[in-house]
């Protein structure tokens, strides 16, 4: 009884403390929104607009918790840029007298997939026609950094830094061994001779399909990187300058130095020389410290040019991140909360046409399936139905897209990965090791199956394989009518293969090239509307209000003179290990709490992982350092 008084007391003190931070956090909220309410962001005579992003972009950013950003474990390098804000910032910029140049800080800039990066290039070079400068700035490059960066009019690197850009693909994490150890058994029920996102839990290494399906994607991607940013920057001799470093034979000047000289980079300085650069063009604010410019900040620019809201609605419905069963926060695809959204926005009245963007690797059948169901209920009230691909659209994101009237797509999509895949993992062998057995007797064959303690039996295996079939024919059949195409030429292009954009349309997976805004104006001509005429109305789950509000107090204050989040020439490489680690606690979590049967992609796995998994990875990492 004692016991228990104590630990009631312990619950009560922890309730009160709770209320005091969230009262005092109300407080403090008030008096800064009172502060900064009447102020005027936007520095007056012009400024630069400062991209400084110390994360990755995103189709959906993920929703953040409450107790991440009161912690600070919503920032540096993890934080998620929604795609669409960026491009148009950017493109408000371009038309803006209050924009004298766009400003790139890419020292933590970790991508966001090669199709998202591309577009944020165009709007700057958008920038770039109306004769403004756009400058970039980094301690070293990657090829996510140096993609961007390569549309600027300057680029400019630190004296020690580097430009080392090593192209697409790298290892994946086999866990066959280790689940051998551990006593795990690993029940595959796959289709699809190239559904590879089992093989690390039945082999050691990757198989011949496999390798080859990856191959002829990176190669794609790499091409198309490299062919980019030869037309971005003509006089970089980039072809050179790899062969130049990956011989061996490394230059007696430095790698900065070395990098100028094949034309990769304009201009070596240090963060105060090129503040001092920017200074020229845009000013300095009063007082301010060497290397200070007077500079907009993202989140000022985005708030004071919110979307436009006159003319016609055009719903668009963001399919992003993991599709997933139930409710789900953002970021992540809930097929209830989709679903939902979607019904609710129709019946209202006020749409006249759909665009769903795609930026996921698929996930849960049922869950795709429900979202594709909610899109052909709007399509019978008929909603011209658009489909607009980002980065990945594959698996249980092609399957969504099949309820479309026509696919847009980036050169750069990754998409297709027809194929159906189960696992079940069983732990008779972990119990052995220990010394467990597990015993017991049921009604029929199926009775406790699948026994997770004992293993799975024949019979099961046969009706779980017998399932995996028939939603691949379902998939194949949905794919065959969407795309007019005979149910076996679709055969012959899934068997769970990833494709690259360009080959996609050839192959008649999508229809046409171009980005969101693309797919809203056909939308809208489908509607028989002007597409001049129209604005989009976004079906997503919006943030609480309390992680709104705590976003207030915590916001971005990162500013030209800050130099915290220089890295050294090679923090690019040294950032891989914790994103590796991170890729495989994603993939380990779907297991485990996904369904059984599943349509997803892992040859689609180059963009960041999730910001959850991240911070997860790096606090195992910290305690393994103890």
């Known amino acids: 009884?004692?016991?228990?008084?104590?630990?009631?007391?312990?619950?009560?003190?922890?309730?009160?403390?709770?209320?005091?931070?969230?009262?005092?956090?109300?407080?403090?909220?008030?008096?800064?929104?009172?502060?900064?309410?009447?102020?005027?962001?936007?520095?007056?005579g012009g400024a630069?607009?400062?991209?400084?992003?110390?994360?990755?972009?995103?189709?959906?950013?993920?929703?953040?918790?409450?107790?991440?950003?009161?912690?600070?474990?919503?920032?540096?390098?993890?934080?998620?840029?929604?795609?669409?804000?960026?491009?148009?910032?950017?493109?408000?910029?371009?038309?803006?007298?209050?924009?004298?140049?766009?400003v790139l800080d890419l020292d933590g800039f970790t991508g966001g997939g090669q199709a998202a990066i591309s577009q944020v290039g165009d709007a700057l070079d958008g920038v770039r026609a109306k004769g403004k400068p756009v400058l970039a700035f980094a301690v070293a490059y990657d090829d996510a950094s140096?993609?961007?960066?390569?549309?600027?009019?300057?680029?400019?690197?630190?004296?020690?830094?580097?430009?080392?850009?090593?192209?697409?693909?790298?290892?994946?994490?086999?866990?066959?061994?280790?689940?051998?150890?551990?006593?795990?058994?690993?029940?595959?029920?796959?289709?699809?001779?190239?559904?590879?996102?089992?093989?690390?839990?039945?082999?050691?290494?990757?198989?011949?399909?496999?390798?080859?399906?990856n191959k002829a994607l990176i190669d794609a991607l790499w091409g198309r990187w490299q062919g980019e940013v030869a037309k971005a920057r003509p006089k970089a001799r980039f072809a050179d300058y790899l062969a130049q470093i990956t011989s061996g034979q490394l230059p007696n000047t430095t790698l900065a130095q070395n990098a100028a000289a094949y034309g990769l980079v304009d201009q070596l300085g240090d963060r105060i020389a090129f503040g001092q650069r920017v200074a020229k063009i845009v000013g300095?604010?009063?007082?301010?410290?060497?290397?200070?410019?007077?500079?907009?900040?993202?989140?000022?620019?985005?708030?004071?040019?919110?979307?436009?809201?006159?003319?016609?609605?055009i719903g668009v419905l963001t399919v992003a991140g993991d599709i997933v069963d139930g409710k789900a926060p953002s970021g992540t695809a809930g097929g209830t909360s989709l679903a939902d959204a979607l019904g609710k926005a129709v019946a209202k009245g006020d749409l006249k046409a759909l665009v769903v963007r795609v930026d996921s690797p698929g996930g849960s059948v049922t869950a795709s399936d429900r979202i594709r169901s909610a899109i052909l209920a709007a399509k019978a009230k008929g909603l011209p139905v658009v489909i607009s691909m980002g980065n990945v659209a594959a698996s249980g994101g092609y399957w969504v897209s099949t309820a479309g009237d026509v696919i847009f797509a980036d050169p750069d999509t990754i998409t297709g990965s027809i194929g159906v895949f189960g696992i079940i993992p069983t732990f008779e062998g972990s119990l052995s090791k220990v010394g467990l057995s597990a015993d017991g007797v049921g009604a029929t064959p199926l009775s406790g199956q699948p026994d997770v303690l004992r293993g799975t039996t024949p019979v099961v295996d046969n009706l779980i394989q017998a399932g995996i079939n028939q939603t691949y024919a379902r998939f194949t059949g949905i794919v065959a009518q969407a795309r007019r195409m005979p149910v076996e030429k679709v055969d012959e292009i899934a068997q769970g293969r990833v494709w690259d954009g360009v080959t996609a349309k050839k192959i008649g997976l999508v229809d046409r090239f171009?980005?969101?805004?693309?797919?809203?104006?056909?939308?809208?001509?489908?509607?028989?509307?002007?597409?001049?005429?129209?604005?989009?109305?976004?079906?997503?789950?919006?943030a609480s209000a309390f992680v709104r509000f705590i976003r207030m107090l915590t916001g971005s204050s990162s500013s030209s003179d800050d130099g915290t989040a220089?890295?050294?020439?090679?923090?690019?490489?040294?950032?891989?290990?914790?994103?590796?680690?991170?890729r495989a606690l994603g993939d380990a979590r779907r297991v485990l709490t996904g369904p059984a049967v599943q349509v997803r992609c892992l040859s689609c796995g180059g963009e960041p992982p999730s910001p959850a998994d991240v911070r997860a990875a790096r606090a195992m990492m910290a305690k393994a350092a103890l």
């Open 48 to 102: 630069a607009l400062l991209l400084d992003l110390h994360g990755s972009l995103a189709e959906q950013p993920a929703d953040v918790s409450a107790t991440d950003l009161i912690s600070g474990g919503g920032g540096s390098d993890i934080d998620q840029y929604r795609l669409r804000d960026v491009i148009r910032a950017v493109n408000a910029a371009a038309d803006d007298d209050r924009v004298k140049a766009v």
């Open 566 to 582: 220089a890295v050294d020439p090679f923090g690019a490489l040294t950032r891989k290990p914790d994103l590796t680690l991170a």
């Open 1 to 44: 009884m004692k016991r228990f008084l104590k630990g009631l007391w312990k619950f009560l003190v922890g309730v009160k403390d709770a209320l005091a931070l969230l009262v005092l956090l109300l407080f403090f909220g008030l008096i800064f929104a009172g502060l900064s309410g009447g102020k005027d962001k936007i520095p007056s």
């Open 146 to 213: 140096y993609l961007l960066a390569s549309h600027a009019s300057e680029v400019w690197m630190d004296p020690m830094g580097s430009v080392l850009t090593a192209g697409p693909g790298g290892s994946q994490l086999y866990y066959k061994g280790l689940l051998d150890k551990l006593g795990v058994t690993a029940h595959i029920y796959r289709v699809g001779k190239y559904k590879s996102y089992v093989e690390p839990y039945t082999r050691t290494e990757a198989s011949p399909e496999a390798k080859e399906e």
């Open 284 to 313: 300095t604010p009063d007082k301010a410290a060497p290397g200070t410019y007077k500079a907009i900040q993202l989140a000022d620019w985005v708030q004071a040019n919110p979307v436009d809201t006159s003319g016609a609605a």
């Open 514 to 542: 171009g980005d969101l805004d693309d797919a809203i104006d056909e939308a809208a001509r489908r509607a028989k509307l002007d597409p001049d005429k129209v604005h989009p109305v976004y079906i997503e789950r919006e």
